[in-house]
């Protein structure tokens, strides 16, 4: 099971940290998203780590602004946002994959309830 929390309310500007606990084990096992969806759009790609937490990847809209990371020992990944915009505004969703397709979605094995996120202009 994943988990998301850290959503909420914000200004641009500013920042939130969200994070996504997985209940088993992540270490050297999968690769871990961050995805973002909105009212009649598809769900698309935010950020990914690998498994071994030597690369990242990152949708071109957020590169500079947002960082994922992840937290082996906690079973955890996170998402740094910052310099936040109206346009980030969505339901941010968490998901791991054992192995990449070539597609970080359609990579995804399984998926966390999602955490909303609300920036105000």
């Known amino acids: 099971q994943l988990q998301a929390s850290g959503g909420g309310l914000v200004q641009a500007g500013g920042s939130l940290r969200l994070s996504c606990a997985a209940s088993?084990?992540?270490?050297?096992?999968?690769?871990m998203g961050w995805f973002r969806q909105t009212p009649g759009k598809e769900r698309e790609f935010v950020a990914a780590?690998?498994?071994?937490?030597?690369?990242?990847y990152y949708a071109d809209s957020v590169k500079g602004r947002f960082t994922i990371s992840r937290d082996d020992a906690e079973n955890t990944a996170f998402l740094q946002m910052s310099d936040l915009k109206p346009e980030d505004t969505a339901v941010y969703y968490c998901?791991?994959?054992?192995?990449?397709?070539?597609?970080?979605?359609?990579?995804?094995?399984?998926w966390g309830k999602g955490t909303q996120v609300t920036v105000s202009s």
């Open positions: 088993g084990r992540t270490r050297a096992t999968y690769h």
């Open positions: 998901a791991v994959a054992r192995y990449y397709t070539g597609d970080w979605k359609s990579s995804m094995d399984y």
């Open positions: 780590v690998n498994r071994s937490g030597s690369g990242t």
